[in-house]
């Protein structure tokens, strides 16, 4: 555990605040916020990896190859994360 603040600096904007009405209900599980959740993360890394492609392509026009390599990674990286969510999914049903 630590005890300092994170500040992200982002060229765009996404609403980190979630209000899916849950916390307010006690008849609903873990499970059940978990399968709103999911999609949500989903929908979430999308985002972000259609950011990073446009970077990686700045990257490659600026022919920073080392950059875009890192890019590259990050986006295989979050859709591999994203094929793990997909799956885990499934299963919540």
């Known amino acids: 555990m630590h005890d ?3 500040n ?3 060229n765009h904007s996404h609403d980190h ?10 008849d609903n599980s873990d499970i059940d916020k978990l399968k709103i959740l999911v999609p949500h993360w989903i929908k979430h890394n999308n985002e972000h990896i259609k950011d990073h492609e446009k ?3 700045i990257a490659k026009e600026s022919e920073k190859k080392e950059i875009a390599g890192e890019l590259k990674e ?8 994203n ?4 799956s885990a999914g499934k299963k919540l049903g």
């Not at 605040?17 to 006690?26: A, F, V």
């Not at 990050?74 to 994360?81: N, R």
Request: charged share 25%; glycine share 0%.
């Open 4 to 6: 300092h603040e994170h």
């Open 8 to 10: 992200h600096s982002h």
């Open 17 to 26: 605040s979630h209000n899916h009405d849950l916390d307010n209900k006690k």
């Open 55 to 57: 970077w990686l392509k």
């Open 74 to 81: 990050v986006i295989h990286l979050l859709k591999t994360v």
């Open 83 to 86: 094929t793990h969510l997909e």
